[in-house]
Antibody, heavy 121, light 107 residues
Framework: EVQLLESGGGLVQPGGSLRLSCAAS????????MSWVRQAPGKGLEWVST????????YYADSVRGRFTISRDNSENTLYLQMNSLRAEDTAVYYC??????????????WGQGTLVTVSS | DIQMTQSPSTLSASVGDRVTITCRAS??????LAWYQQKPGKAPNLLIY???SLESGVPSRFTGSGSGTEFTLTISSLQPDDFASYYC?????????FGQGTKVEIK
């Protein structure tokens, strides 16, 4: 059974940093692309970033490029999102999601339960 | 970037109704479209991929169709468990983009 468990969310001041983690199990983690998707309170879904199974290829939304870094540790079956220079508009529930065998033409077939990030002074 | 536009934003319907949600892409995405269902406080759940392929375990009352720029999600007979929000997403290119969502409410 595929399981994705996010952690690391919390309250942070504007300009601060936070690192999210997503522990994966139930599939061959290193073979699959992984993504982060966020949802601001009462709003829709926004794709944030995707990383290939090897970790070599990454993609970012314009809204986070240069501030957020996606990475993975395939030996620990864990996905990360390092978030720097946080802004109020980054406040959201952050979901990790499993993609396909490549980074192209892959949908998100499993999602974690989400972790809430609140950016406020 | 490819813009995804869903309609309607809100839909009021009764149990047993046939419901259709439309998703339009700002440029052709072939069939690289997914549909997700999300209930309040829960993570999204994949319903349909490649525009019309039903994800394993999803009831057959859910049907996806379309290609190019126009897509539909149809629920043939609305059930109490189907009252939720629905999102389309293109995975033709980066950045990935979602529609703004359609909330299906009880009439």
């Amino acid at each position: 059974e595929v399981q994705l468990l996010e952690s690391g969310g919390g309250l942070v001041q504007p300009g601060g940093s936070l690192r999210l983690s997503c522990a994966a199990s139930g599939f061959t983690f290193s073979s699959y692309a992984m993504s982060w998707v966020r949802q601001a309170p009462g709003k829709g879904l926004e794709w944030v970033s995707t990383i290939s199974g090897s970790g070599v290829t990454t993609y970012y939304a314009d809204s986070v490029r240069g501030r957020f870094t996606i990475s993975r540790d395939n030996s620990e079956n864990t996905l990360y999102l390092q978030m720097n220079s946080l802004r109020a508009e980054d406040t959201a529930v952050y979901y990790c999601a499993k993609g396909g065998l490549g980074v192209s033409f892959t949908y998100l077939d499993y999602w974690g339960q989400g972790t809430l990030v609140t950016v406020s002074s | 970037d490819i813009q995804m536009t869903q309609s309607p934003s809100t839909l009021s319907a009764s149990v047993g109704d046939r419901v259709t949600i439309t998703c339009r892409a700002s440029q052709s995405i072939s069939s690289w479209l997914a549909w997700y269902q999300q209930k309040p406080g829960k993570a999204p759940n994949l319903l349909i991929y490649k525009a019309s392929s039903l994800e394993s375990g999803v009831p057959s009352r859910f049907t996806g169709s379309g290609s190019g720029t126009e897509f539909t999600l149809t629920i043939s007979s609305l059930q109490p468990d189907d009252f939720a929000s629905y999102y389309c997403q293109q995975y033709n290119s980066y950045p990935r983009t979602f529609g703004q969502g359609t909330k299906v409410e009880i009439k």
